[in-house]
């Protein structure tokens, strides 16, 4: 069994800043990329920010200059840092991650999603 639980969603007002993470646990070889999606009401799920195991990063054009991607190996655990927010930063947030394990190969796994609400 494979879990990633995220944590760090609320409300902030607009300029504020949020960090989320995003830890995965149970039987696992190996982690390729990791990133985030975003979902808002009304409207299709897009990819926010993406790392690779080796540290390569890409976001959506909307974030880039404002949120960072990072991951800790070690801890099986994603980040998000996410500065000068706006209000069309508000959505749900979901972590996911390309995970090797023995019996069932390569695939991705999700989180639960985290609401982001940015409004004053």
């Known amino acids: 069994q494979v879990q990633l639980v995220e944590s760090g969603g609320g409300l902030v007002q607009p300029g504020g800043s949020l960090s989320l993470s995003c830890a995965a646990s149970?039987?696992?070889?190996?982690?390729?990329?990791m990133g985030w999606y975003r979902q808002a009401p009304g409207k299709q799920r897009e990819l926010v920010a993406r790392?690779?195991?080796?540290?390569?990063?890409n976001y959506a054009d909307s974030v880039k200059g404002r949120f960072t991607i990072s991951r800790d190996n070690a801890k099986k655990t994603g980040y998000l840092q996410m500065n000068s927010l706006k209000p069309d930063d508000t959505a749900v947030y979901y972590c996911?991650?390309?995970?090797?394990?023995?019996?069932?190969?390569?695939?991705?796994?999700w989180g639960q999603g985290t609401q982001v609400t940015v409004s004053s």
């Open positions: 149970g039987s696992i070889f190996s982690i390729n990329a």
């Open positions: 790392i690779t195991s080796e540290g390569s990063t």
């Open positions: 996911y991650a390309h995970i090797l394990r023995a019996l069932s190969g390569w695939r991705d796994y």
